[in-house]
């Protein structure tokens, strides 16, 4: 028999979790709760059942039977989508993380300020969670096997799960005496919007010391195969890795030919061919007479293929390779250009730390400015109101004498399905700076949402459209809109879009990002903190930038403060 039943009863355990996660009506939760127990428990499959059959369950009413029959027809539950997008960035990517659940999701969030995947498999490594209430070891167990199957069933990984284990392993390797150079390559180097696996390059003329290094690092859990120059293992956080060992003076071949994309590499091992060359891991040389032209460094065998180092966030074969031959490179945003962050959350809504403490993070970035940009009164469960909002504005005014930097007060709006915004006109103007962003109604037509975006996108108070598409990498696919008209009106409009930082956002993506560049749009490169830890993910916005062929000039926050506020003034005065 199907076990469909399962997969319905599933989703109403979840939607049952997170409606009391937003704290809604418990005769609500109690409701889909019951339900999924009554549908796990019934003989019949669920599959074939029409609305009227599924209402006739006991225990299943005629407005969840409706749920479970879109469910089963589309796949999704709109309602469930929305209920997932409204709760914080910091426990929505654990709700992701499989064995956890939403009860404990929340648990952990709450009760050890974990707000990202690397600070779960630190805390799971370290043993900590077990000391939670309703845990023990048995449930880290379990945990870490649920982690496990799901990376060997081919998921990816988010970015910075792989960059964290990454680095932690060239630092490892660097303290190695036979290890001369290191570093990570692959899709990684390129920072791609996930990982598939880590590529390890080391350089070292005792490869044979330098695999034992890495071996018996603490950080590797199991070592899968080894020959003389190439292991394959997994780390203790379940992260697969693929270790080269090269000889120091083929390292610029074997670093270009690990970091990919296979696409560039093909596409330069053509242009070599045009010169009589032939590139490969070991180097460049003449096809003639075999001797070597470049092996050490990247530079030079860009160089002697007629063309600058290609910076590897731009290796995908999208015309970076014409651009350096005609040495026509952008000059990429880089991270030391962001000013100042323009999307940070506080514990007043959904954040974990508080307004002192999210400002004494951003003056630690040496950030000029930071604007904070809690939630407005329509994401009902924040309860954000009006007196809220303005003694969050007093106090951030009493902090401004003594802050090192420049206090912008501002709030991530609600666009509504008719583009409409939380709040009147005259208390928006209120604000120095407004965010306005889409977290709920994602399945709307494409013509409908295009107005949706642009009626706020046009709105003299906005300023930054946080995440456009309202993606979530792995769960929720982009809106629909029409990208080149809602660009063309942004670009006039004097309306940023976001970069959002966060690593199952990267919202904008780095192709439309491109594509919105090209239309004259600019960008606010954001992390969307709610933790004093996701200021460092500024990282992730910036490499989706550089993916994107983004210039710094075109990043509202690489800007001093004084356009800065001309920009948010939108021709009339703030
Ligand atoms: P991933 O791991 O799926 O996120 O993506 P990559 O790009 O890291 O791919 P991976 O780990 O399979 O290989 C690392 C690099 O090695 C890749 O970016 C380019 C190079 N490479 C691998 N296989 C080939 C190949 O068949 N031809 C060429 N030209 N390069 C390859
Ligand atoms: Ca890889
Ligand atoms: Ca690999
Ligand atoms: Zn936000």
Redo the contacts with the bound molecule.
């Keep these: 028999m199907t076990r469909s039943n399962d997969m319905v009863a599933e989703a109403l355990r979840e939607f049952a979790e997170l409606l009391s996660i937003a704290g809604e009506d418990q005769f609500r939760v109690r409701a889909y709760e019951k339900a999924a127990r009554a549908v796990a428990e019934d003989p019949v499959a669920v599959d074939g059942l029409d609305e009227k059959a599924l209402d006739d369950i006991p225990g299943v009413g005629s407005h969840i039977a409706a749920k479970i029959r879109e469910l089963l027809s589309t796949g999704r539950i709109g309602d469930l989508d929305d209920l997932r997008a409204r709760v914080p960035a910091g426990l929505r990517v654990l709700l992701d993380v499989p064995g956890l659940g939403p009860r404990r999701a929340r648990q952990v969030y709450e009760e050890l300020g974990i707000a990202s995947l690397p600070e779960l498999l630190d805390a799971l490594h370290a043993e900590r969670l077990r000391t939670l209430r309703g845990w023990g070891p048995a449930s880290e167990e379990n945990l870490r096997v649920a982690i496990g199957q799901a990376q060997q069933a081919g998921a ?1 990984m988010q970015i910075d799960v792989a960059l964290d284990v990454a680095e932690g392993l060239v630092e490892g390797m660097r303290r190695c005496p036979a290890v001369d150079l290191v570093t990570y ?4 180097r ?1 920072m ?1 919007e ?4 880590i ?1 390890l390059l080391v350089a070292s003329t005792r490869p044979a010391d330098a695999m034992d290094a890495f071996a018996t690092s603490p950080l590797v859990a199991n070592v899968s195969a080894r020959g003389s120059t190439k292991c394959t293992a997994t780390t203790t956080k379940g992260v697969h890795v ?1 270790l080269r060992v090269v000889a120091p003076q083929v390292w610029g071949a074997a670093l270009l ?6 696409a560039h ?2 596409h330069l ?1 053509r242009i070599a061919q045009h010169l009589g060359l032939k590139l490969s891991e070991y180097g460049l040389e003449r096809i003639d007479t075999s001797s070597s032209v470049a092996a050490a460094t990247e530079e030079e065998i860009y160089g002697h293929l007629g063309m600058p180092w290609i910076p590897p966030t731009l290796r995908e074969d999208r015309g970076e390779i014409q651009a350096a031959l005609h040495d026509d490179l952008p000059r990429l945003v880089e991270t030391k250009d962001i000013r100042g962050d323009l999307h940070v959350h506080t514990d007043l809504t959904d954040g974990l730390a508080s307004l002192e403490d999210m400002v004494d993070a951003a003056r630690r970035h040496r950030y000029r400015y930071v604007a904070i940009t809690d939630h407005a009164p329509l994401l009902h469960m924040e309860r954000m109101t009006d007196e809220k909002a303005l003694a969050q504005r007093r106090v951030l005014r009493t902090l401004q004498p003594k802050a090192g930097l420049t206090l912008l007060h501002g709030s991530e709006l609600n666009i509504q399905p008719d583009g409409s915004l939380d709040w009147d006109d005259e208390f928006l103007a209120g604000f120095d700076v407004l965010v306005a962003s889409i977290h709920s109604h994602f399945t709307m037509s494409r013509d409908e949402m295009s107005k949706r975006l642009i009626r706020a996108i046009e709105h003299p108070a906005v300023n930054i459209i946080g995440h456009p598409t309202a993606r979530s990498i792995g769960h929720r696919p982009p809106i629909e809109f029409d990208a080149e008209a809602v660009f063309e009106v942004a670009a006039r409009a004097g309306t940023a879009l976001e970069i959002n930082s966060f690593p199952d956002r990267l919202d904008l993506n780095d192709e439309l990002a491109r594509l919105a560049q090209d239309h004259g749009v600019v960008f606010a490169i954001s992390t969307d903190a709610h933790s004093t830890r996701h200021l460092d993910n500024i990282r992730y916005g910036v490499a989706t930038a550089q993916r994107g062929w983004i210039r710094p000039e075109n990043v509202i926050n690489t800007w001093p403060l004084g356009k800065l506020r001309t920009f948010f003034a939108k021709g009339g005065r703030r």
Excluded: M, Q, V
């Design positions: 990816r390559a692959g899709s990684l390129r791609c996930t990982i598939g696996d590529d693929d030919y690990f970091t990919g994309s296979k590499n093909i091992r």
